[in-house]
């Protein structure tokens, strides 16, 4: 990497400062600094710090959003303040091979009387670094001409002469070796589409020597300070040398694929030929078989014979099998497939043989399911009987197999479990390579087979692994893709915290299954093998299940509710009762799914409820759900862009968890937890409610108050002094003023309460003193949601108008600063033509009617949120703008109705405020157990647009959309 990034110092005015960062983790490391007098450092002190640690607080957290930019490949240039003085910041990524390795930042100390001279200073200084990239980096402006910000284009491109318009008469060519005509330059594209592109490979031809250089080229959309006029920018790299490796790459490979094709038609004639001689043998050997005048001795060598033609007429079956996949020649059609069918097919053909073994075979299908997948039925059952009989084959007498299948995404996954001999880890790979076996094999067979059922997986789009232990038994599981009609609509569901994060906790869990059904226990005893992180024990009837938990320090009982003893219910009162087992959490495994039955067994204090027959996946997540209590998993995993109040790095909301222990030492203590609201009467408020309230039911926390402040900051003191005086270990809260309700809140944590604030915080407060967290939406994410929605609607031009909130809310804030420097960068045809602030979000209408009538030839608005937004839709409608586009966050019903309709609001960024709800109380439960907090925590934004309204809605609310929205959508 320090080819292009030298440590050379720069040559820094007197009055700038110039700094380098690089990205570890979610943070940015000082690589370099200089002009560091300004800020009283020596170079020693700041190199590998964090930038929060060398800025200002106030600073720290601006310079950090721009860096995150930066280091997603913008140009960001604005001025600032530091130390009292006017700068002119400019943040630029730096390159290496294409990929972003740094972040560069330069600050020059402007006087608004010269600004022109602190230009050239700036120019001169961001000159200086550009020197020291291995990249060139140009300008191409409409014309054609090119301004080299460094001395490398005119190396790259080998030109001697004058470069200005000169590169537009070198030769290009396109990666396959075609001309390519200088219209088609990625730069030139991006002139005249406004289209980035994003490492394009470009051929630059040497007429002397006739060699080929070989480019790799980056091009953004610019607009030139002080000119409106569009530019390009483009940064290139010489990639020659990965080229000539990667071409000595494919010719290798294409010759070992050349090698390996012959070897195939060698081994497919060789087959053919073989197969008539063996026809022959196999042929009389039969007839010989009928003889009734052979004695013993010769009836047996007869035998022998067809065992071993038996045997060689498989094994020629199969190289012809795989020689025609290897040579491309074997053809799967592929179709709409009733897997159940093909999988009791299959089971009947393998049954004789399992018999012999006293092999049982048992499946968990759920027979509701019709299970269709997209195979070639021929090849499918191939698959399935090749790895049936495997599990016959190397399985034990009396041994087990199992079979399970379920829907995964869009695929159908199968697993196939036996108890068989098993092999190590070390195998996995090696026995799907042709003709491996397994070393002390003692079956016959000829080590092709796994090699063919992979193949064929991998044809009809799906993948096959494997997990064995040896002495036990292996486990192959494959998918098959489905039909596009059954896929799940919402994607959310499938990111259920996968199983492997259980896996992966260093905690052990004991669980305790009462039960039975012989096969219920066998599927359950089945799937826990493969989870070391759990132990499982068993019991056949109600007694034993109770005197196994009181001995066995057991954290999870899984409970049959129609055991032979006793009923369920009475085996979990008497759980309830004994003090040793009283603690322990208790799912219910029943035939029963009936809604009334499960929701009796859940208000008798059941934790939760599986029921039969037990899906696999299911089974896991409802387990590990009720051991971690991990609430927080639908929550999409996306980059948090918003910092907090104090310009605090964001910590996803998907990383908190409570595990069952210290649920348990929540439980025990009864605390009890109020909430103040700012306003309680709007869907985010009631949905932030449900979200905290649902999840303190979990984890046993009473909620005594819920208090509505109606927007104003008077009764929000009165509110929580009334709060106050019932005691509660917890406040969540959302202050209506940061200033006016500090010191109440500040009365409060000197009570000892522990306060969780929603999306913003008192004055004054300390975080991990008085507070706990703050939790928010990625207000930034949003705000950058509904400037890319306005810059889309508007086909990227046109005149748009804020309305921003007054008061000093940091989410507010955040919204409009994501909205507004989107705009600017990205959408440099959209003018900004008008600001108005809200002081009371009833005024929406008449600030925008203002807005409109002092705009008339506006085109969009942006409106903080969506109740002002409301506001300006009845707006347009009163001064008959009805083509005016709104985007707002916050996905509320009347912002929804209107998007269904295709109204003036077209789209919006929302937040999640369910799953805030859900965070803030996990948060307190943190504070109870004290565990450390983060001081600013995020969840992730959302885009929304009538497309995704339903899914979006569901996300949000952890609900259905409304009636009324659904038909209106139709
Ligand atoms: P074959 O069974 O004809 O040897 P396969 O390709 O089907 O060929 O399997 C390759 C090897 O993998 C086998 O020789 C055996 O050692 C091992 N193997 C396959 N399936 C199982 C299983 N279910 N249990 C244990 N070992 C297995």
Known sequence: MSDSISNTPLNVTERGLVCRFTKRKSTFICTYFDGLWLLGFNQEDVNGKKLEDIFPSELSGIINKYCYQAWNGQFIQYETKLKGNDYIAFFAPLFNNGEIVEVIGTFIQSNKSSLENEQVNTNSLYEDVLQTMSEAVIIIEKDGKVTALNENFQKMIGLKGDYTYGWT?????????????????????????????????????DNENNQIKWLSVNSKPLTIRDHSDRASLVSISD????????????????EAEKANRAKSDFLSKMSHELRTPLNGIFGFAQLLELDDSLNDQQRDYVQEILKGGGHLLNLINEVLDLSRIETGKLKVSIEEVPLLNIIDECINIVEPLAKKKNIRIQKQLDPQHDMVVLADPVRLKQILLNLLENAIKYNRQNGNIMINSYLEGDDQFVHIVDTGVGFSVEEYHKIFVPFYRVEGTKEEGTGIGLAIVKQLVQQMGGEISVRSKKGQ????????????NLKPVIRWEDEVESIKKVEGRSEHYRLLYIE????????????????????????????????????????????????????????????KAKEQTKGIAVIAVSANAMPQDIQHTLDKGFDNYLSKPIHVKEFLNTVSETLNNTITQNIPHHTILSTGPYGEEAVSAKTLQLSLTELKKIKEKKYRAAIAMHYADNDWSKSQIAGVTSTFEKMGIEVIAVTDAQFKWEKQVEDIETILIQKPDIIVSIPVDPIFTASVYKKAANAGVKLVFMDNVPKGLEHGKDYVSIVSTDNFGNGIEAAHIMGQELGGKGKVGMINYNADFFATKQRTEGFEETIKQQYPSIELVAQEGLTDPSHGEKVAVDMIRKNPDMNGMFVVWDVPAEGAMKATEAVGKSDLVITTIDLGFNAALEMAKDGSIKGLGAQLPYQQGVAEAILAGYALLRKQTPPYVAVPALRVTNKNLLEAWRLVYNEDAPDLIQRTLK
């Open 169 to 205: 008469e070198v030769e290009y060519v396109a990666e396959d070796g075609s001309h390519l005509p200088y219209s088609e330059l990625p730069g030139v594209k991006t002139l005249e589409k406004g289209i980035s592109f994003h490492n394009s490979i470009v051929g630059v031809k």
């Open 239 to 254: 990639i020659t040398e990965r080229k000539e490796m990667e071409n000595t790459y494919i010719q290798a490979k294409e």
């Open 473 to 484: 038994g292996s486990e192959f599981c494959f998918s098959l893709p489905i039909p596009k």
């Open 516 to 575: 039975d059904n012989e096969s219920n226990l066998n599927l359950v005893k089945n799937i826990i093998k493969s989870h070391p992180s759990y132990t499982l024990l068993t019991a056949n009837n109600g007694k034993e299940g109770i005197k196994k938990a009181a001995l066995e320090k057991i954290d999870l009982i899984l409970l049959d509710l129609n055991l032979p003893d006793m009923n369920g219910y009475a085996v979990f009162d008497m759980l």
